[in-house]
């Protein structure tokens, strides 16, 4: 089985930084695209970041200049750092992977990490 592990959560003052990690581990030949998603409470998951095998990213346009996403392919590990951080950006966050594995390609998802900015 395959399992993601997110670390990283906490509190911080609006202005502060904190960085996110997620670790894949168990039955992985390879990650496809990684990616952070977001939710607050009332409202939909969200996309934040993806990063694809080619590191090719991709930003949601609130986080855009502010949250940089990257990856160390040889340990399955996905990161976001997250600077400049906001009231806004307060929300359980979500690691995600496509995971090639078994001759198919598997979508997963980490337990959530809670970030809470105070203003």
């Known amino acids: 089985q395959v399992q993601l592990v997110e670390s990283g959560g906490g509190l911080v003052q609006a202005g502060g930084s904190l960085t996110l990690s997620c670790a894949a581990s168990g039955s992985i030949f390879s990650v496809n695209t990684m990616g952070w998603y977001r939710q607050a409470p009332g409202r939909q998951r969200e996309l934040v970041a993806t990063i694809t095998s080619g590191k090719s990213t991709t930003y949601a346009g609130p986080v855009k200049g502010r949250f940089t996403i990257s990856r160390d392919t040889a340990k399955n590990t996905a990161y976001l750092q997250m600077n400049s951080l906001k009231s806004d950006d307060s929300a359980v966050y979500y690691c995600?992977?496509?995971?090639?594995?078994?001759?198919?390609?598997?979508?997963?998802w980490g337990q959530g990490t809670q970030v809470t900015v105070s203003s």
């Open positions: 995600n992977m496509q995971i090639f594995r078994a001759g198919n390609v598997y979508q997963y």
